[in-house]
T-cell receptor, first 113, second 112 residues
Framework: DQQVKQNSPSLSVQEGRISILNCDYT??????FLWYKKYPAEGPTFLIS?????DKNEDGRFTVFLNKSAKHLSLHIVPSQPGDSAVYFC????????????FGKGTKLSVIP | KAGVTQTPRYLIKTRGQQVTLSCSPI?????VSWYQQTPGQGLQFLFE???????NKGNFPGRFSGRQFSNSRSEMNVSTLELGDSALYLC???????????FGPGTRLTVL
């Protein structure tokens, strides 16, 4: 039973345009969400996070939106750059004090110059 | 500040052998978590240690074990290796004041 789902295995975007990566979850007890970026043969790199008490968090070109009623979050990258090409993972934490993350299976983003 | 380090980066073992992987967390981080990444299952939580105590364990057989030392360094052990244990094993550390986990580069284990 996949509690965190990234339904798009891949996404292609032109350089300079917006990239929107989506993530859905089923467990309403998740209270903290994170996005990681991963290059082949490397560990995931933390990008941005959001607490369940917020609906938006921004950090430079990256913005994460959370819609609790729909159990949906999205990562917006504006403007997209070729260096953003990587696999993006959505992850969720089950309650304060828990360090167990549940990950989606990832979306491979390709930014075309 | 140095990041999370993992050794070795690559390992090749045969079925039935055992393996020990090592992780050094970011200085000051006392929580260490381990994850397994495979093409079919994605990233799956193995276990988490804090102050030398295992606090959480994922849905993996008892062949997978770990420990944490007083300096927060952690090791994980897999006994009686199976072909399906071939994966990228990732370690992540976190501080008490942050909900974010920072990952190391991983150890690529190949079981032949």
């Amino acid at each position: 039973d996949q509690q965190v789902k990234q339904n798009s295995p891949s996404l292609s975007v032109q350089e300079g345009r917006i990239s929107i990566l989506n993530c859905d979850y089923t467990n309403s007890m998740f209270d903290y969400f994170l996005w990681y970026k991963k290059y082949p043969a490397e560990g995931p790199t933390f990008l941005i996070s959001i607490s369940s008490i917020k609906d938006k968090n921004e950090d430079g070109r990256f913005t994460v939106f959370l819609n609790k009623s729909a159990k949906h979050l999205s990562l917006h990258i504006v403007p997209s750059q070729p260096g953003d090409s990587a696999v993006y993972f959505c992850a969720a934490r089950l309650g304060a004090g828990s360090y167990q993350l549940t990950f989606g299976k990832g979306t491979k983003l390709s930014v075309i110059p | 500040k140095a990041g999370v380090t993992q050794t070795p980066r690559y390992l090749i073992k045969t079925r039935g052998q055992q393996v020990t992987l090592s992780c050094s967390p970011i200085s000051g981080h006392r929580s260490v978590s381990w994850y397994q990444q495979t093409p079919g299952q994605g990233l799956q939580f193995l276990f988490e240690y804090f102050s030398e105590t295992q606090r959480n364990k994922g849905n993996f057989p008892g062949r997978f074990s770990g420990r944490q030392f007083s300096n927060s360094r952690s090791e994980m052990n897999v006994s009686t290796l199976e072909l399906g244990d071939s994966a990228l094993y990732l370690c992540a550390s976190s501080s008490l004041t942050s909900s974010t986990q920072y990952f190391g580069p991983g150890t690529r284990l190949t079981v032949l």
